[in-house]
């Protein structure tokens, strides 16, 4: 009986470790917009931060890109927004992510 018990743990074990997702850690810094490319736009959207982090250091180019144009056009917005009125956005890469693609973006009240 308690081999069967230990047999049947072990396999509702890996059943849940099968399942279950990557796990992911998300990076945030906090920074001004330096600048915003319009070239991969509605596509994507390229800007720079006075701040960083070691996988992303200030003055490298970030990256928003989403599938939904809708998105992206919302994002520049609220990025031009920040970079005309001197306000600062919070952005989070998964951790590590040295192609700065971000996850999550947020403007930061003054």
Known sequence: MRLFR??????CALLL????????????????VMK?????MPGRVQFT????????????TLIWQNSN????KVVYAALVTALAGGHQIKFYINDDDGACMGQFIYLVPA
């Open 49 to 60: 931060l006075d701040q960083g982090n070691t996988a992303c250091p200030a003055g490298k």
């Open 6 to 11: 230990q047999g049947a743990m072990s396999a």
């Open 17 to 32: 470790f099968a399942v279950s997702g990557q796990a992911l850690a998300l990076q945030n810094f906090t920074g001004r």
């Open 69 to 72: 144009v809708e998105n992206n």
């Open 36 to 40: 915003v490319e319009l070239t991969y």
